[in-house]
């Protein structure tokens, strides 16, 4: 009687069992890949909208202090104008603004922030 070739039970489960742990660290690759990816892209939008209001605010002259805030989708953004007295040698009829911009949100429980500031000149 001739041997039959094939694979035995015991091979076939070591197979199955060896494919599923490589699809699951493959699905958990590509799962943190596609989360990176939103992040990366929410951080994009937030950049996009402070540097659109540090622009709008540090454009206005002349120059005041305060501060304004609002929503755009789901991004908060808050501009403050703020003198800088940090300056000695800069000549009395010009002024020295520090404008800041700060956008906030909230992904998957975690709270993200993106800011950006400037410094502007201005007549007093």
Do not use: C
């Not at 890949?33 to 209001?53: F, K, P, Q």
């Not at 501060?67 to 940090?86: I, L």
């Amino acid at each position: 009687m001739g041997r039959q070739r094939g694979f035995s039970l015991l091979e076939v489960l070591v197979a199955f069992a060896i494919l599923g742990m490589s699809l699951g660290i493959l699905y958990q690759a590509f799962g943190s890949s596609l989360r990176n990816l939103s992040v990366a892209g929410d951080y994009t939008r937030a950049m996009i909208i402070a540097e659109s209001r540090l622009a709008e605010a540090a454009n206005r002259m002349p120059l005041e202090p305060g501060s304004e805030a609002g929503e755009e989708e789901s991004y908060h953004w808050r501009v403050r104008v703020t003198p800088w007295e940090d300056v000695e040698d800069l000549p009395k009829t010009f002024k020295l603004w520090l404008v800041e911009a700060e956008v906030s949100w909230g992904t998957g429980g975690h709270a993200r922030s993106y800011r950006l500031s400037t410094l502007r000149l201005s007549d007093k």
